[in-house]
Nanobody
Framework: QVQLVESGGGFVQAGGSLRLSCTASGRTISTYAMGWFRQAPGKEREFVATISISGRYTYYAGSVEGRVTVSRDNAKNTVYLQMNSLKPEDTAVYYC????????????????WGQGTQVTVSS
């Protein structure tokens, strides 16, 4: 069983940056692709980014591409989401998740989920 804990969320003004971290315990994440998702109030959870096991392949939602970078450090059992040029519409709870299905945008394929970290962007 893998436990995922997100951190790094907070309150930031539009145009600012945040780096989210997702640290795993219980099992190494080095054999899992990892993803980031977010859910805004009143909206469904949506895909943000995913990264392959090796970190060689990354995929992003169109709404964040160019502003967000996903990375991983398997030695630290941690995945990161660097977010720049933040917009008010980025306000949401951000979740990391792990999958054995390879890097995928579909939340259906993710087995392990963290509790989320709140990101609030003011205009």
């Amino acid at each position: 069983q893998v436990q995922l804990v997100e951190s790094g969320g907070g309150f930031v003004q539009a145009g600012g940056s945040l780096r989210l971290s997702c640290t795993a315990s219980g099992r190494t994440i080095s054999t899992y692709a990892m993803g980031w998702f977010r859910q805004a109030p009143g909206k469904e959870r949506e895909f943000v980014a995913t990264i392959s096991i090796s970190g060689r392949y990354t995929y992003y939602a169109g709404s964040v591409e160019g502003r967000v970078t996903v990375s991983r450090d398997n030695a630290k059992n941690t995945v990161y989401l660097q977010m720049n040029s933040l917009k008010p519409e980025d306000t949401a709870v951000y979740y990391c998740a792990g999958t054995t299905s390879g890097a995928t945008m579909s939340s259906y394929h993710y087995t392990w989920w963290g509790q989320g970290t709140q990101v609030t962007v003011s205009s």
